[in-house]
């Protein structure tokens, strides 16, 4: 079992859609990043959060510790947002990432 | 600032060769990372420092990586000698002040190994 586990792996909806990204953890950690590829491969840090809820735009993330969960939310999606989405846990300075998130949305 | 600059952008080489990736941090950033992204293992930390000194290498797949980082604003990973697995997207990132903070990726060098 992976240390840290997202789904779904892929998923595609259409522009305007509501979507939700989910992350599982089985480690402890100090903070919970999520990240964002493009298809030209540049990775871009989207959030890094310990507690609650962090919002961006139309970006939401939120962490459960107790769950050892997170969720990434993107309100009214365009597809400008197709992407792999990326969820990494933070230990100490370490990063363990998970498998990333195939996004496409369609106009 | 110009971001994390990483060098050349892409390499192709042959087995055996020698090839050694750079990375210029973010000015005044104290943490440098080397991360490797293949499709079979995602993203991986190979090794990382801290005010120019390795903290953890134990992400470095087999003695035949090296990553040195002999001042604050120059870091190397060299693969001596290349193998085909070795082919994959090399990352640098860096961070400001403690590992608790955003990380800022470079483009990656697309390293293919023939």
């Known amino acids: 079992k992976n240390e840290v586990e997202q789904s779904p792996q892929n998923l595609t909806a259409q522009e305007g859609e509501f979507i939700t990204i989910n992350c599982s953890y089985s480690?402890?950690?100090?903070?919970l990043h999520w990240l964002q590829q493009h298809p030209g491969g540049g990775i871009v840090s989207l959030f890094m959060?310990?507690?609650g809820k962090k919002k961006h735009g139309r970006l939401i993330a939120t962490i459960n510790i107790q769950e050892k969960h997170s969720s990434l939310h993107i309100t009214a999606s365009h597809p400008r947002d197709s992407a792999v989405y990326i969820c990494?846990?933070?230990?100490?300075?370490?990063?363990?990432f998970g498998e990333g998130t195939q996004l496409t949305v369609n106009p | 600032d110009a971001g994390v600059i990483q060098s050349p952008r892409h390499e192709v080489t042959e087995m055996g060769q020698e090839v050694t990736l750079r990375c210029k941090p973010i000015?005044?950033?104290?943490?440098l990372f080397w991360y490797r992204q293949t499709m079979m293992r995602g993203l991986e930390l190979l090794i990382y420092?801290?005010?120019?000194?390795?903290?953890?290498d134990s992400g470095m797949p087999e003695d035949r990586f090296s990553a040195k980082m002999p001042n604050a604003s120059f870091s190397t990973l060299k693969i001596q000698p290349s193998e085909p697995r070795d082919s994959a997207v090399y990352f640098c990132?860096?961070?400001?002040?403690?590992?608790?903070?955003?990380?800022?990726f470079g483009p990656g060098t697309r390293l293919t190994v023939l």
């Open positions: 000015s005044g950033h104290d943490y």
């Open positions: 990132a860096s961070s400001l002040a403690d590992a608790y903070n955003e990380q800022f």
């Open positions: 480690v402890g950690i100090s903070a």
């Open positions: 420092f801290n005010n120019n000194v390795p903290i953890d």
């Open positions: 959060l310990s507690s």
């Open positions: 990494a846990v933070g230990s100490g300075s370490r990063l363990t």
